[in-house]
C-alpha cells in the first residue's frame, strides 16, 4: 500500500503487486497525479501507508523507514500552506509574503526542537529526518516545493481516543496523568520551550509501556511571532484549550501551557469539550462540573486557570509540588469486629443471669453507690490537672477559630489556611491542620453532603478504614465529624485523620488534622478541643450580633 501524500490528490491510495524495489533511482509514482510516492530525505526513503491527521498547515502520516534494520514505522509530517485562503484572508501581498515565510520558518523550528528535546527526553518524539523537495502541480507544468519531517511513531492511543473509550476520567487518574505529563513539560521550559498547544489529542498513550508522550511541537503556533500584527486571525493553537494571552495574540509563558494543560484536565474530568466554559475564561467551571472532584483538586486547577498569567502557578514545577501534596481523605466504613461481637453477647447473657439478683438487691445496691461515686467525684475534683492552652485567633475569609500559641500559620496553595507545630519542619509528613473550601453546584443539607462524602470515601476500599463516624457542635452549628486510618501509598506509610465539615448555603467547610498514626495522638486532642471546636463563620455585618461570637 502506497498512500500519495500531495494536498487534494483525487485518488492517492495505490497498490504495485510486483512494484520494483522501492529505493531504486527509477522511483515509483502516484497513478492519480504523478507525485512521488518514495519520500527521499537526507536519511532515508520512507513509503507513506496512511494519513493520520490533519490541521490547519499540516497532514501526517503513517510511514515506513525503508533504510532502517527493521523497517520501523515513522510518522511523516508534510507542511500544506493554503496560499489561496492566506490570500483571500490577507489583501496585503507583503502581508502575504511575510505569513507565508513565517509558516516555513516555524516548521523549520519544529525540527530543530524535535532534534534536541526527543533525543534527550523519553517522551518526546525523536526526529528521524527533515527535508523537502519540488515537484510539477497536478495537471500543469509549474513546479511546487514540498517540506517533510520525519519522526518517532508512538503506536496508542491519544487522550482523545481514549476518552471517547471510556466516558471520563476518574480523580485517581487525573493524579495520575499530571505526575505523568507535568515532569514532560517542565523538561520542555527548561529548554526555553512553550508547546502553546497542550489538548488530549495532542498526549498519546504509548501502548507497551502505558508511557504518555508529548506531540504536535508545532509548526503552525510559533508562526509569525512579531513579523506582523496580523496574527490575531491565523488559528495558531486550539481556542477551547489557549490561555487568554494566547486569544488576545500577547506574550505567552510557561503559564500559558499549564493553563492548556488545565483545561485538558477538565475535558477528561467530565467526558465533554469545555467549550460551555470558554465565556467566562472557565470562571464557572465548578458549577458546569457538578462538583465531580474533591476541593483539593479542585483548587489546584482553579489556581492554574487563573486569567492572569502571574497568578498562576509558574513552573510545573509547582504544580508537581501541590499534586504531590495532594490528599484523598475518603475513609471507607468497616463492620464490627468479631471480637466487638463476641463480647457483646457476652455482657448480653450476663446481664440476663444477674438480672433477678439486681432487682432484690436494687435497695441495698443503691446507697452503695451513691457512696462510692461520692468518694469518687471528690478524689477526681481533688487530683484532676487543668491543661491551659495558650491561644491566639484566626480571623480570615469570613472564618474565625483558636489555635495554640505554639502553632503557626504556613503557606499553602491549595487550602484556604495550614497551620502545624512550630520548630517542625514543613512537609508532607509534618502532622498539621488544614481548611479546604468545598464550592458546590447547589445548596445542600449537612446530610446530604456527608452522603456525598461517604460515598466517596467508600471507593477507596482498602485503603482507609473508619475508627469514629458522627455529628459534631460548632457553636450553633452542627458538623459532621469522621476519624480514620488511610494508607498513604505515595510515603508508604499509614496516617490517621480527623476531618470535620459544615456546610453553609453552597459551601462546604472542610477542616483536617492529618498525622502519622505514631504521632497522631500527640496533637489530636489539642486540635479538636481548641482548634475545631473554636471553629466559627463570620456573619453578615447586618447580623452581628452586639455581643461576641466567641
Same mark, same amino acid.
Not at 186 to 195: G, L, V, W, Y
Given at each position: 500500500? +502506497? ?42 526513503? +520512507? ?105 518517532? +511513531? ?52 504509548? /501502548? ?32 477551547? +484549550?489557549? *490561555? ?5 495574540? /500577547?506574550?505567552?509563558?510557561? &503559564?500559558?501551557?499549564?493553563? &492548556? ?8 474530568? /467530565?467526558?465533554? $469539550? ?40 509558574? &513552573? ?36 440476663? $443471669? ?26 477526681? &475534683?481533688?487530683?484532676?490537672?487543668? =491543661?491551659?492552652?495558650? #491561644? #491566639? ?13 505554639? !502553632?503557626? =500559620? ?17 512537609? *508532607? ?6 481548611? /479546604? ?15 456525598? *462524602? ?46 470535620? !465539615? ?23 486532642? $489539642? ?10 463563620? =463570620? ?10 461570637? !466567641?
Amino acid at each position: 500500500m +502506497y498512500y500519495c501524500t500531495r494536498p487534494h490528490c483525487p485518488s492517492p491510495k495505490n497498490h504495485f503487486p510486483d512494484s520494483p524495489d522501492p529505493r531504486t533511482t527509477s522511483g515509483i509514482f502516484c497513478q492519480a497525479c504523478g507525485m512521488p510516492l518514495i519520500l527521499r530525505g537526507k536519511r532515508g526513503h +520512507y513509503q507513506t501507508i496512511k494519513p493520520v491527521g490533519k490541521g490547519g498547515f499540516g497532514a501526517t502520516f503513517q510511514a515506513i523507514d525503508l533504510d532502517s534494520v527493521n523497517q520501523r514505522q515513522c510518522v511523516i509530517k508534510r507542511l500544506n500552506i493554503k496560499i489561496d485562503e492566506i490570500r483571500e484572508e490577507y489583501k496585503n501581498p507583503e502581508i502575504v509574503d511575510k505569513i507565508v515565510e513565517g509558516i516555513k520558518a516555524a516548521f523549520e523550528r519544529e525540527a530543530q526542537v524535535l532534534e534536541v528535546l526527543g533525543d534527550k527526553s523519553g517522551n518526546i518524539p525523536s526526529l528521524y529526518d527533515y527535508f523537502s523537495f519540488t515537484a510539477p502541480a497536478f495537471g500543469q507544468q509549474e513546479e511546487l516545493e514540498f517540506k517533510y519531517l520525519v519522526q518517532q +511513531y508512538i503506536e496508542g492511543e491519544n487522550l482523545s481516543q481514549e476518552l471517547r473509550r471510556k466516558g471520563h476520567f476518574s480523580e485517581t487518574e487525573i493524579l495520575n496523568f499530571l505526575k505523568q505529563i507535568l515532569p514532560i513539560l517542565q523538561f520542555i521550559h527548561e529548554q526555553n520551550s512553550i508547546h502553546r498547544d497542550i489538548k488530549p489529542s495532542n498526549i498519546v498513550r504509548e /501502548t507497551a509501556t502505558q508511557e504518555l508522550f508529548l506531540i504536535d511541537f508545532g509548526s503552525v503556533k510559533q508562526v509569525v511571532s512579531g513579523e506582523t500584527n496580523m496574527k490575531k486571525s491565523v488559528p495558531f493553537f486550539t481556542k477551547v +484549550y489557549a *490561555s487568554p494571552e494566547q486569544r488576545s495574540g /500577547t506574550t505567552v509563558d510557561p &503559564s500559558s501551557d499549564l493553563y &492548556s494543560l488545565a483545561v485538558t484536565c477538565l475535558e477528561l474530568l /467530565t467526558g465533554t $469539550t469545555p467549550v460551555d466554559y470558554l465565556d467566562n475564561n472557565y470562571g464557572n467551571w465548578r458549577q458546569q462540573a457538578n462538583r465531580i472532584i474533591s476541593p483539593s483538586l479542585a483548587n489546584i486547577l482553579d489556581k492554574m486557570l487563573k486569567v492572569n498569567p502571574r497568578h498562576r502557578f509558574q &513552573s510545573a514545577a509547582e504544580v508537581m509540588t501541590a499534586v504531590n501534596e495532594y490528599r484523598i481523605t475518603t475513609p471507607r466504613t468497616e463492620p464490627t469486629t468479631i471480637i466487638d461481637k463476641q463480647f457483646k453477647i457476652f455482657i448480653d447473657k450476663k446481664l440476663k $443471669t444477674l438480672q433477678p439478683l439486681l432487682i432484690k438487691s436494687v435497695f441495698l445496691i443503691i446507697p452503695i453507690i451513691a457512696g462510692v461515686i461520692g468518694v469518687n467525684s471528690y478524689l477526681q &475534683s481533688s487530683t484532676k490537672v487543668v =491543661e491551659v492552652v495558650e #491561644v #491566639v485567633e484566626y480571623a480570615k475569609s469570613g472564618i474565625k477559630f483558636k489555635y495554640p500559641k505554639n !502553632w503557626q =500559620e504556613t503557606p499553602a496553595i491549595d487550602k484556604l489556611t495550614r497551620i502545624i507545630p512550630k520548630n517542625m519542619i514543613s512537609s *508532607s509528613l509534618t502532622p498539621e491542620f488544614f481548611i /479546604t473550601i468545598d464550592e458546590l453546584f447547589h445548596s445542600e443539607t449537612l446530610a446530604d453532603y456527608t452522603k456525598f *462524602s461517604i460515598g466517596q470515601i467508600e471507593a477507596l476500599g482498602q485503603n482507609a478504614k473508619i475508627i469514629k463516624s458522627g455529628l459534631i457542635q460548632l457553636g450553633e452549628t452542627q458538623g459532621h465529624q469522621v476519624v480514620y486510618e488511610l494508607r498513604d501509598n505515595i510515603h508508604k506509610v499509614n496516617f490517621q485523620e480527623m476531618q470535620v !465539615w459544615i456546610v453553609n448555603g453552597k459551601k462546604a467547610y472542610i477542616l483536617t488534622y492529618r498525622a502519622e498514626d505514631k504521632s497522631y495522638p500527640e496533637f489530636a486532642k $489539642t486540635v479538636e478541643e481548641t482548634i475545631i471546636k473554636s471553629f466559627r463563620l =463570620e456573619k453578615p455585618t447586618s447580623e452581628k450580633p452586639t455581643s461576641p461570637i !466567641w
